[in-house]
């Protein structure tokens, strides 16, 4: 493996592979932003990749039907919001396993998508049309005859344009709005929270109601930007990534966003392998160790960071203690 | 024992519920829903080929439910299940056919052991990556059962091939002896039967038992009373793959006679889903598990009958733990009484 890397280095590491990262990485930022959201108010949306395959047929289907793709990704948004608020109500109001319910909604949309698969378009396995509007690309001519710059930046999605205005509100709504900051406080200390006179509930809900609309987004790009179709199960388990980035970046979307481009990385560069002989199985399994071993050594740092944290503030207390 | 009924009553009203937004789902599709559930039922009950069917899904949807229920009892939400399946298949399918200077009682025992030695030592990672250095379980077990898929899809359609069409291995040279042909029941559903037995005996009768549970309730309180919560977590992890190896060679040695590709896909998320409609209590579980059982066998007379797809099954299979994990919904009448009681309280 390492001897067909070498022979075509030049052909796997050139200027396409930025953007093929970039662009492989895209849905799974989203799912880890629609992560993220609800992990900052202390609610793991393991179910992130059911609300994803949900927008993703949702956007398809309305679509091929009116034509227009902002119709599918707002219905796909729509329907995010919906299943996410069944979810918090599950939760938050009759209290159910956070971890339980996802899966539980997981199931229900690969389940359900392959039955209005069937229902609808009479097919199993996948649907492709060519009156899918898909989401239109961005052609700027002034970039595009810049060599380098116009191999990176031209004909992006719009939705992979939208995707870096995200991260910057989110990244500015958590850490420098009053609404960040009280999303944070219920996350950290829920009691302290009610006691400052902040319904925490309320705030639960928002934070899923948020999530859920990213994740019909996140669903809507990978069926309308990503790809022009919808394939059974076609998430194939970038949610989990997304939600392993968002443990990756501690739910800060900077840092979350920059682990998915690192799984994004591993997907192309297999993808490039694979025409040179390498078996597929093997580029397939390859995202999902590097995610894997990617967050292993993260939450490892981040534990042996912590625990010197605490052992020089306790030293820090002891000399005190010890010099008064 | 009121306790008990009151959770019976809850199963049975999830039950109803899940069938009757699935009747609702069925005359959307322009079906009658009382003939599709008549034919659901004659597809899992009706014949020797469709009881069998249904005992022979039975089999390992037992293990792989009892499984998670046995790393819930220690406070792991253990999807990997599947994967350790696949694991334990490849490893039976492995030993079995290349093993043939065994006599055929100890290849049968090795391949067993085989498959659960791999697949406790693939629930081993993740179990420490949580223990550890706490990586979300339910995220790494999710991931590791794509790799374990495709691990084993490479090896029965590269080195282990047995050169047809179907990506599957060469058979193997011991079987479970088969039970109701024409169907693949075999004897595997005994081996299993007496498995969750020996486990639900170890949970509740043992010192292991109890401690797995102790940590389950409360791993500080664990820690303190001088039980190593983080060993029992791993234990207990490693217990539940053991069990999913135990159900992938059942099925490679009893069901198929060979490995054939992606043969545990829904095995997994099944048993989880059977386990989680009864809160991973696993006494109820091998109930639920018959009950999927016969859902997902009848789910294809249905779709034979009728033309109602097999995914509406699933889709109202899932329909169940969505309403089943919500602990507090059919307690109206409590929760109204409580109020009442409050309201008088503040108001006197």
Redesign the interface.
């Known amino acids: 493996m390492m001897k067909v890397i070498i022979d075509n280095f030049s052909n796997i590491f050139n200027i396409t592979l930025i953007y093929a990262t970039f662009r492989s990485a895209v849905p799974i930022i989203f799912a880890a932003l629609c992560a993220a959201i609800t992990q900052q108010a202390d609610i793991l949306n393991i179910a992130t990749e059911g609300i994803m395959l949900i927008g993703g047929f949702a956007a398809v289907t309305v679509s091929y039907f009116t034509g227009s793709w902002f119709l599918g990704v707002l219905t796909a948004m729509l329907l995010g919001a919906v299943i996410a608020m069944i979810m918090a109500v599950g939760h938050i109001r009759y209290n159910a396993d956070i971890c339980g319910i996802g899966m539980g909604i997981n199931l229900f949309a690969v389940a359900f998508t392959r039955f209005l698969l069937k229902a609808v378009y009479n097919t199993n396995g996948a649907f492709s049309d060519p009156s899918i509007k898909p989401i239109p690309r961005v052609n700027i001519p002034f970039i595009a005859s810049i060599p380098v710059i116009g191999d990176i930046f031209n004909n992006w999605t719009v939705t992979e344009w939208f995707v870096l205005i995200l991260i910057a509100f989110l990244q500015f709504l958590f850490y420098k709005t009053v609404w960040g900051l009280r999303l944070r406080a219920v996350g950290q200390f829920p009691e302290a929270t009610k006691t400052a006179g902040i319904n925490v509930t309320m705030m639960k809900y928002e934070a899923m109601l948020i999530s859920g609309v990213v994740g019909g987004l996140a669903g809507a790009h990978l069926s309308l930007g990503y790809s022009v179709q919808f394939v059974d199960n076609m998430t194939n388990n970038r949610g989990f990534m997304g939600v392993a980035a968002m443990y990756f970046g501690g739910a800060n979307p900077i840092l979350t966003s920059i682990g998915c481009l690192l799984f994004g990385l591993a997907d192309s560069i297999g993808n490039r392998l694979q025409a040179y002989g390498i078996p597929s199985q093997f580029v397939l399994m390859m995202p999902y160790i590097v995610t894997v071993v990617v967050l292993a050594i993260s939450m490892a740092i981040k534990l042996s960071t912590n625990r010197r944290k605490e052992s020089s503030l306790t030293t820090a207390a002891v000399a005190e203690e010890a010099g008064s | 024992m009121s306790k008990t009924l009151e959770s019976a009553r809850k199963v049975l009203l999830t039950i109803l519920l899940a069938l009757a937004i699935g009747a609702v ?1 069925i005359i ?2 322009g079906e009658n829903p009382f003939s599709a559930y008549i034919a659901l039922v004659q597809g899992a009950f009706k014949g020797k080929l469709h009881l069998g069917t249904t005992l022979s899904t039975f089999t390992p949807l037992l293990l792989t439910s009892v499984a998670f229920c046995v790393a819930a009892e220690a406070g792991a ?1 253990n ?1 990997g299940v599947e994967g350790e399946v696949f694991l334990g298949g490849i490893v039976a399918a492995y030993l079995g056919v290349n093993w043939g200077f065994l006599p055929v009682p100890a290849l049968m025992i090795v391949c067993f052991l085989g498959a659960m030695l791999v697949s406790a030592a693939w629930a081993f990672i993740p179990a420490v ?1 949580r223990a550890y ?4 379980e ?3 077990t ?3 059962n ?2 374990a898929l ?2 084993t ?2 090896l029965v ?2 080195p282990m091939s047995a050169g047809t069409a179907n990506a599957q291995s060469k058979p193997v040279l011991v079987t479970l002896p088969q039970l109701m042909k024409p169907s693949n029941l075999n004897a595997g559903i005994f081996i299993a039967i007496i498995v969750v037995v020996l486990v639900i005996f170890m949970l509740y009768k043992t010192t292991l038992g109890f401690k797995i549970r102790a940590v389950g309730k409360n791993p500080s309180h664990a820690d303190y009373v001088g039980i190593s919560s983080k060993r029992i977590f791993i234990t207990s992890m490693m217990i539940s793959g053991m069990m999913g190896g135990i159900a992938g060679c059942i099925q490679v040695l009893g069901a198929y006679g060979y490995f054939l590709n992606n043969f545990a896909a829904g095995l997994g ?1 099944n048993g ?2 059977a386990a ?1 409609i009864v ?1 991973s209590n696993v006494l109820a579980t091998p109930f639920m598990a018959f009950f999927l059982a016969i859902l997902n066998s009848g789910a294809m007379g249905m779709q034979q009958a009728t033309g109602v ?1 097999k ?2 099954v ?2 109202i ?6 309403i089943a ?5 059919f307690e109206f009448k409590k929760n109204s009484t409580k109020k009442k009681a409050k309201k008088e309280v503040t108001e006197g």
Do not use: E, H, K, W
């Not at chain 2, 994990?325 to 919904?329: F, K, R």
């Open positions: 789902f959307a599709f939400f999807v990556l250095f706490n990586v979300s339910v995220c790494t999710i991931l590791m794509s790799v495709q691990i899809s490479y359609s590269g998320s989880m889903l989680l809160r797809p995914a509406l699933d889709t299979t899932a329909v169940f733990i969505i994990t919500m602990d507090t919904l």
